[in-house]
């Protein structure tokens, strides 16, 4: 039997809002962590930039809730720093020449954000900004032009800052009836526009990064985190409720940071912590969103760090009534857990572990196995038999520009063929997948490091780390290649 992708899949590629964008300070925008982050490199972090109490300047290292600001201190965007994300690739401006470079590679969906703070620049406005509403229906009116269906995540780790200076963010159960509210005005603004929802991009990275911290982690860490995470997963299912009851054709989604783990060796204690890994990093969110509750290893979790919810009455049956339709995630590599001591180690995507022999790696640490994919796929299907979507899936490399203007990437095109047929074989053996979206359709910011040269897309866009170029947009070899794979419904990768 010829392996083949089903009729109808959906292929395409996938952006964020504050990765692409730009227009940082346009359009009634208000600000979001990315805005007061700098860029850095695989060997230098970026830091989060302030004004302290006194009224200095300063840097601290981590992104997001994960830096620590001095007690009183202010975030904010200092004359001496760089941000990448303030213009990013200038999305904001070129959108319809993006989208109409997608319908040419031969896109059927295209997944974005909706950045919060462009309709509530403070996330606890009175009213929403029109014009961020304006902004976005273009853009989804711009994707039905040409058949294109949009797969809009609500949140991509774009909290408004306001909510996190005056609320402490997600720690505050506030934040919730805020989400909701911001979730309702979108699915009532384009109800008519948009059928697929991402309610929280890679939710669990909560959860890995505590597992990051290791023994530096405190009980205050833990418990903030899970807590964060309550109330998230009380946002996403209040949200799909809403949204059922606004458009009952709405399809949503949860959206996981996919990373397959390995037992590093044959010792049962590797093989234990190899489940336990899988348990807080990846089942511990998949569990609350798809099947409504907290898994039976939960309880484990909290007692090891001495966490105690505040689960509040009605909250349990929020999470049971608010389950999604499907579960997506990304996927970049696999990692190796070991109990034993080890000097060779890789990270990349808020996960470290050992080493593994069997496996390249990129520039950047990250495992070269599109067998990891077609496990991470069976075993998920397995477990929750909902329609899956692997909603990012790419490869971050170096690319350069030829005298004649082309690019030559093989080492991208070998790579997404790869995936290509892992999960060929993954449909083959009985999951539903139905939609690709590859990480990132055109070079954007990179999350991790806020570098330009850490380029994913088939489309080439003209900047470099400090921010100087042109933007101007151009084909890679990788484009003429996904435009073949599209129009053959997935058929030509699996003939190479």
């Not at 204690?269 to 099947?291: R, T």
């Not at 994919?373 to 397995?382: C, T």
């Not at 030829?402 to 095109?413: A, K, L, P, T, V």
Request: charged share 25%; net charge negative; hydrophobic share 35%.
């Amino acid at each position: 039997m010829v392996k083949a992708f089903p009729k109808g899949f959906f292929w395409g590629g996938a952006i964020a809002a504050n990765q692409a964008e730009g227009a940082y300070n346009e359009g009634g925008r208000g600000l979001v962590q990315t805005d007061v982050t700098t860029g850095g490199t695989v060997n230098s972090p970026r830091y989060t930039t302030y004004i302290d109490k006194d009224g200095k300047p300063g840097k601290a290292g981590g992104m997001g809730h994960h830096a620590r600001i001095p007690e009183g201190a202010k975030y904010a965007v200092l004359d001496t720093e760089y941000y990448p994300n303030h213009k990013a690739v200038d999305f904001y401006h070129r959108y319809k020449e993006d989208i109409a470079l997608f319908a040419e590679m031969g896109y059927s969906i295209f997944r974005l954000s909706i950045s919060w703070a462009r309709i509530f620049p403070n996330g606890d406005d009175v009213e929403p900004n029109q014009e961020g509403l304006d902004f976005y229906r273009s853009v989804f009116e711009e994707c039905r032009k040409y058949n294109i269906e949009p797969l809009v995540s609500i949140w991509h780790f774009d909290t408004p800052l306001a909510l996190e200076e005056n609320y402490g963010g997600w720690n505050n159960r506030k934040l919730v009836g805020f989400y909701v509210r911001y979730c309702e005005v979108i699915f009532n603004e384009y109800k008519d526009l948009v059928k697929y929802w991402l309610t929280f991009n890679e939710i669990n990275n909560t959860t890995m990064f505590l597992d990051m911290m290791g023994n530096k982690g405190t009980d205050a860490d833990y418990q903030a985190g899970y807590q964060q995470l309550h109330h998230q997963f009380l946002a996403s299912a209040r949200a799909v409720q809403i949204g059922h009851r606004i458009n009952p054709d709405f399809k949503f989604g949860n959206m996981i940071c996919g990373i397959t783990f390995y037992p590093a060796t044959c010792d049962p204690a590797d093989i234990l912590a190899n489940q336990h890994k899988w348990e807080s990093g990846i089942y511990y969110c998949g569990d609350v969103q798809v099947k409504g509750k907290y898994g039976t290893y939960a309880k484990r979790l909290w007692k090891e760090h001495n966490v105690e919810l505040d689960i509040r009455e009605g909250d349990l049956e929020d999470l049971a009534n608010g389950t999604v339709d499907m579960y997506t995630f990304s996927y970049y590599m696999s990692n190796n857990v070991t109990t034993h001591d080890t000097d060779d180690k890789v990270a990349g995507n808020f996960s470290t572990g050992a080493r593994n022999p069997y496996l390249t790696y990129s520039d950047w640490g990250w495992a070269h196995d599109p067998r990891g994919l077609q496990y991470y796929l069976e075993k998920i299907y397995d477990r929750y038999e909902v329609p899956l979507m692997v909603v990012e899936n790419g490869l971050g490399a170096f690319d350069t520009v030829e005298e004649d203007g082309s690019i030559h990437d093989d080492y991208r095109i070998d790579y997404h063929r790869a995936h290509i047929k892992a999960m060929a074989d993954a449909i083959d053996n009985g999951v539903d997948l139905i939609a690709y979206t590859t990480w990132g359709c055109i070079d954007i910011v990179s999350a991790g490091t806020g570098e330009m040269r850490k380029r994913y897309g088939f489309i080439y866009v003209d900047m470099d780390d400090e921010g100087n170029g042109t933007m101007n947009r151009s084909r890679k070899d990788s484009f003429y290649w996904y435009q073949k794979v599209l129009a053959t419904n997935g058929q030509s990768a699996l003939e190479e």
